[in-house]
C-alpha cells in the first residue's frame, strides 16, 4: 500500500472538519460558533513529517465557504505553496495595464489608482505586483525616477530662461518691445 502524503492526510481532515461544520450549521448551530468548535478540535493534528493542521476559527469559516462554493470538491482546498496562485485575470487586461503603467510614466500603485483602483479593474494591487514580478516593478521604478530626474531638470531650465527674460525685460527702456 502506498504511504499517504502528508497533503493528502490534510485534505482528508480538513474535509472531515467540513462535514462536521455542516452538520452543526445544519444543527441550528450558529457558523461562528460552530467554526470556534471545529477549530478547537481539529487545530494542531499531526499530518505526519513534522506538519501540523494549523486551524483557526477564520481559517475553518474560509475553507467552509470555499468548499461549499465548490460544490463540495476538497480539491478546492489543495494545499498550494506560496509564491503560486492562480490568476483571475486575463492577460488582455494585464497586457493593457501593463502599457498603461510604461506610458504613464507613473509608480504601479499611483498608475493603478488612475487606471480606476481595485473596484473597476476587479483585482486588487497586490495581483498586479504579482503577475509584473520583482524585476518589471523595478525596472518601472528606475523609469520613473529616470523621468522625474529628467522632469525636474527641464523644471530647472525653464525657471532659468524664465529668469533670464525677466532680466532683459526689466532692463530694456520703456516703450521698447510693446
Known amino acids: 500500500m502506498k504511504a499517504q ?6 485534505l482528508k481532515l480538513i474535509e472531515r472538519a467540513m462535514f462536521r461544520l455542516a452538520a452543526l450549521n445544519a444543527a441550528g448551530v450558529n457558523l461562528r460558533t460552530a467554526a470556534r468548535r471545529v477549530a478547537r478540535e ?3 493534528r499531526d ?10 476559527t477564520s481559517t475553518v469559516i474560509r475553507w467552509f465557504y470555499r468548499w461549499r462554493f465548490s460544490q463540495k470538491n476538497i480539491r478546492a482546498l489543495d ?14 487586461v494585464m497586457n493593457g495595464l501593463v502599457q498603461f503603467i510604461v506610458d504613464c510614466g507613473l509608480p504601479v ?8 483602483g481595485k473596484r473597476k479593474l476587479k483585482m486588487s494591487l497586490g495581483t498586479v ?26 523644471t530647472a531650465l525653464y525657471e532659468a530662461v524664465a529668469a533670464r527674460n525677466r532680466v532683459k525685460w526689466a532692463l530694456r527702456p520703456e516703450g521698447c518691445g510693446e
Open 5 to 10: 502524503s502528508w497533503r493528502n492526510r490534510r
Open 47 to 56: 499530518l505526519g513529517s513534522g506538519h501540523p493542521l494549523p486551524c483557526s
Open 109 to 116: 500603485a499611483r498608475a493603478f489608482s488612475v487606471a480606476g
Open 129 to 154: 505586483y504579482r503577475h509584473l514580478g520583482p524585476d518589471l516593478v523595478r525596472l518601472i521604478r528606475q523609469n520613473h525616477e529616470q523621468l522625474m530626474q529628467q522632469r525636474s531638470l527641464q
Open 79 to 92: 494545499y498550494m505553496p506560496k509564491g503560486r496562485f492562480v490568476s483571475k485575470v486575463g492577460p488582455t
Open 42 to 44: 481539529f487545530n494542531g
